[in-house]
Every structure is written in C-alpha cells, then in structure tokens.
C-alpha cells in the first residue's frame, strides 16, 4: 500500500489550504484514514481521521471546527481542508491508513511521507 500526500507549502495566519492523499494498492473504500502532524521538537500528534464510507470522522480538539476531513472513494483519495490556519499549526503532516479506526499512531498501519504546511503570523 502506498499513500502519497500532497498540497503542502506556506499560508499566512487565516487562510486555508488543501491536503490530499492518494492511495494505491489496496482497496481504498475499506480503509480508515487520518491525518497527524509532527512539529518540530514535539511528538506525532492525531489531527483527523475518517471511517470508510465516511460514517464518523473524530477531530483533535485543536483543530476542531476549523479543519475538514474527507474522502472521494472514486479517486482513492482523503483531504483534509484546513480553514483558519493559526502559527501553531505549523508541522509536518503526515496521511494515514488502517483496517480500523484509529486515533493512536500505534494502530495506523500505513503512513504516507509528509508534506510539510508552514504558517507565517
């Protein structure tokens, strides 16, 4: 299984961007997927995560109400919109997949390679 995440790059404080992640060599719509992000210095941290066929998708309380997680199951492929976006949101953020739910970096069974978002105040 391999997942390539894309979409990353510099915002200013308030705005928005885009991540995506696109799975190839399993089946895309039986996986759950997720989001964690590592900042420099600090351990991996959960984001967001969503159940297939998008039934529940738990945020961390950071980052609820300003990030939105999806899946287009026709195109392999999780997003994770980011409105709002604040300095502290600065990190590495990594895409994620696994047989089952998760929220722990313990259970996720396929990482993609990080695409890095930079926040400027």
């Known amino acids: 299984v391999q997942l390539q995440a894309s979409g990353g790059g510099m915002v200013q404080a308030g705005g928005s961007r885009r991540l995506s992640c696109t799975v190839s060599?399993?089946?895309?719509?039986?996986?759950?997927m997720g989001w964690f992000r590592q900042a420099p210095g600090k351990e991996r941290e959960f984001v967001a995560t969503?159940?297939?066929?998008?039934?529940?998708?738990p945020y961390a309380d950071s980052v609820k109400g300003r990030f939105v997680i999806s899946r287009d199951d026709a195109r392999n492929t999780v997003y994770l919109q980011m409105n709002s976006l604040r300095p502290e949101d600065t990190a590495v953020y990594y895409c994620?997949?696994?047989?089952?739910?998760?929220?722990?970096?313990?259970?996720?069974?396929?990482w993609g390679q990080g695409t890095q978002v930079t926040v400027s105040s």
């Open positions: 994620a997949a696994a047989p089952v739910p998760f929220r722990t970096t313990s259970l996720v069974a396929y």
């Open positions: 060599g399993r089946t895309f719509s039986s996986l759950a």
């Open positions: 969503i159940t297939p066929r998008g039934g529940s998708t």
